[in-house]
């Protein structure tokens, strides 16, 4: 069965203190690896998709990267706009639909 | 482009009572997919149709919960009776056919039964 394990829960950083986010997996045959950002009251909104091993995509002050059994999303110097739940989602090769994490709350203060 | 349109917003139900929910996807897409988010975590799938054809219902509780796309446009997900434990928000996201491995969400239902 799919797991997706995301650390920490929650997080805490001052504006500007750079810090990494977690997302452990396991799957039978990875398709992709996805990181969407959630705001309150709102849906998750699509930041990257991650295919293969060693792969690394990057926005603005966001980089994913992405090993065999592990991804990590690096902020550097955060700002306060950046506060909101990240989630990791796996999609394997024999079903279409995506496998989240639970999340990890980052809060940035000014 | 409009996005992933929902509504309602906002629903508080007893238990045992029924509501029912409306997805707009993006024009285009043409699979759409329903989510349960319970508070705290990760959304999980409740159902994918492709057009208007059911691609994956095993996580559906078929007994309570339906959900239909006639017209492969529109969608409804329905439950009936609610229990205390479906109290969530209910996502509807969208992926257009020339790139399904990316998914549009919209702003969700939050059900609270009582």
């Known amino acids: 069965e799919d797991q997706v394990t995301q650390s920490p829960e929650a997080l805490r950083l001052q504006e500007g203190e750079s810090s990494s986010l977690n997302c452990s997996y396991t799957v039978s045959g990875l398709r992709g690896l996805f990181w969407y950002r959630q705001d309150p009251g709102k849906g998750p909104e699509f930041l990257f998709t991650l295919y293969s091993a060693g792969e690394e995509k990057e926005k603005e002050r966001l980089k994913a990267t992405l090993t065999k059994k592990e991804s990590f999303l690096h902020i550097t110097a955060p700002k306060p706009e950046d506060s909101a739940t990240y989630l990791c989602a796996l999609k394997d090769t024999g079903r279409r639909a995506l496998t989240f994490g639970s999340g990890t709350r980052l809060q940035v203060q000014p | 482009e409009a996005g992933v349109a929902q509504s309602p917003r906002y629903k508080i139900i007893e238990k045992r009572q029924s509501v029912a929910f409306w997805c707009n996807p993006i024009s285009g897409h043409a699979t759409l997919y329903w989510y349960q988010q319970i508070l705290g975590q990760g959304p999980k799938l409740l159902i994918q149709f492709q057009n208007n054809g059911v691609v994956d219902d095993s996580q559906l509780p078929k007994d309570r919960f339906s959900a239909e796309r006639l017209k492969g446009v529109d969608s409804t997900l329905k439950i009936q009776p609610a229990k205390l434990e479906d109290s969530a928000v209910y996502l509807c996201?969208?992926?257009?056919?020339?790139?399904?491995?990316?998914?549009?969400f919209g702003p969700g239902t939050r059900l609270t039964v009582t």
């Open positions: 996201a969208s992926s257009p056919p020339w790139a399904t491995d990316e998914q549009y």
